[in-house]
């Protein structure tokens, strides 16, 4: 029997839970500006760990994100380039700001998709047709 390569249902629920915190923290720029700053994104085990978290990409694992928009920065970070700009605390900046305008987009457009909704809904139920007896 190989020693330490079947992890017990407790270790491997406490993998999960730290791996689903950890991978959220990837939709935090600041946090990766932070990564980058103290060399950890050029470190090769740090990558490779990076890639191996791909697997949260798949539904079953996904359905757990709180921030699924983590798994955009994840697959970023799959790139050096990236990696190398994420140093840069203007980047950092920047991405958070994009994050910003996508989320005040996002819930404004929201806001008038439920807001049509809700009118066509209200013409439904008024009874059609003005059919009036003469």
């Keep these: 029997l190989m020693a330490g390569v079947i992890e017990s249902e407790e270790q491997a ?3 999960f839970q730290s791996e689903l915190e950890f991978i959220q923290c990837l939709a935090n720029p600041n946090y990766l500006n932070f990564l980058a700053q103290r060399g950890y994104l050029r470190e090769k085990p740090f990558v490779n ?6 697997y949260w990409k798949e539904p079953e694992y996904a359905k757990f994100l709180k921030y699924p928009h983590c798994l955009h920065m994840l697959e970023l970070l799959q790139y050096e380039h990236f990696r190398k700009e994420l140093v ?6 920047f991405i958070d700001e994009q994050q910003l305008l996508h989320w005040q987009h996002y819930s404004r457009k929201r806001t008038r998709l439920q807001q049509a909704l809700a009118e066509q809904q209200q013409q439904q139920q008024l009874p059609h047709g003005n059919a009036t007896a003469k």
């Design 13 to 15: 629920r406490n993998r």
């Design 49 to 54: 760990y990076l890639k191996y978290l791909l």
């Design 88 to 93: 840069n605390a203007q980047c950092a900046k």
